[in-house]
């Protein structure tokens, strides 16, 4: 299924995912919600593309009879009034998956929410309803409901993304993190809001961007930034080179005067390990720089051990990371 969303399926394989949904109720029914999730989140051309192939299905007598339809129609609404919500997860590539979750609202009408998840070492590019891209970085999650585009452009986000922004001012672009919230109608910008981390920031690299953190609130100008300490509340708002903070969509990490933690954060979202620091004096170095994530981690740790006094180890699947 994968490859015919994408497709990039032979006739071949495609002749034989039909034979299958044909010969089991329980594949069409996968088949009908991945190409219900695939439509809301209007991939080019999917329409007809999907109509072409469900014509297909029911000249070769795989579809139920109307009567049959709609009896499982009455079945499917009763059960959404039992249980409210279900899940549907269709995995489109092993950096990350989409989620569509569904649930009744207070007028019976069924509300779609979906959710795009990027685990650990992965990176996911989405292009959203609205023609907007938003590249969701690891340990990250990105939701929407099936209305964005339409009445609303409304984003919670919960990790790392950076975005391009298609412009309308008539529906402004809107993400949220916690307490922070970036306002947008078209530019670029970059939210960083790992739960973990205790420094929030957000980078605008074009265009305007209204950033509120409580009852504070600031706008942003290009290569501006705010930082938000959610341990002690502090707000700050500073000149940078915002093209810095959307590197990891090309494979780097750049820092400006981040300290060795921040960057063993990073390191360990992208390559899906644990690090630990036993040297106080490590914790407070801090390096201007950039990292190519083409290297190994191996390559990395040495690297930025400039003057290599420090020794790693691994202990029981953690590193460990000590004076020497």
């Known amino acids: 299924m994968e490859k015919y969303f994408s497709k990039n399926i032979s006739i071949e394989d495609k002749e034989k995912m039909f034979s299958m949904i044909m010969e089991s109720p329980s594949y069409k029914d996968q088949y009908e919600k991945a190409a219900k999730l695939n439509t809301l989140l209007h991939i080019s051309s999917f329409d007809s593309f999907i ?21 499982n129609k009455a079945e499917r609404f009763s059960l959404w009034r039992k249980i409210a919500v279900a899940v549907i997860l269709i995995l489109f590539s ?7 979750y569904e649930r009744l609202n207070n007028q019976g009408e069924i509300v779609s929410l979906i959710e795009t998840s990027t685990p650990l070492g992965g990176q996911t590019r989405l292009i959203l309803p609205d023609g907007s891209v ?6 990250s999650e990105l939701k929407y409901n099936s209305n964005f585009g339409k009445n609303n452009r409304d984003l919670l986000l919960n990790g790392e993304a950076y975005f391009e922004v298609n412009k309308n001012e008539e529906l402004p672009f809107s993400v949220s993190a916690g307490d922070m919230k970036v306002v947008a109608t078209g530019t670029q910008f970059n939210v960083r ?21 409580s009852d504070k609130h600031f ?24 093209e810095m903070a959307t590197q990891w969509t090309k494979g780097k990490l750049s820092f400006y005067q981040a300290s060795i933690s ?35 981690l191996s390559e990395i740790l040495s690297y930025l051990d400039v003057d290599k006094k420090y020794k790693i180890q691994l202990k029981d699947e953690v590193i460990i990371i000590r004076k020497k």
Request: hydrophobic share 35%; charged share 30%; net charge negative.
């Open 51 to 71: 109509d072409d192939d469900y014509l297909l299905l029911q000249k070769r007598g795989a579809i139920y009879s109307e009567n049959r339809l709609d009896n």
């Open 94 to 100: 092993s950096s990350g998956s989409i989620y569509l």
């Open 134 to 139: 938003a590249w969701i970085n690891a340990k």
């Open 193 to 213: 809001s790992y739960p973990d981390d205790y420094k929030w920031e957000v980078s605008l690299l074009e265009g305007g961007i209204n950033v509120s953190v």
């Open 219 to 242: 706008a942003l100008i290009p290569d501006e930034k705010i930082i938000y300490n959610k341990t002690s509340g502090e707000l700050l708002v500073e000149k940078t080179d915002a």
């Open 262 to 296: 921040e960057i063993y954060k990073m390191l360990e979202r992208h390559f899906n390990v644990r690090i630990e620091i036993e040297s106080e004096e490590l914790k407070e170095e801090y390096f201007l720089g950039s990292i190519n994530l083409e290297m190994s």
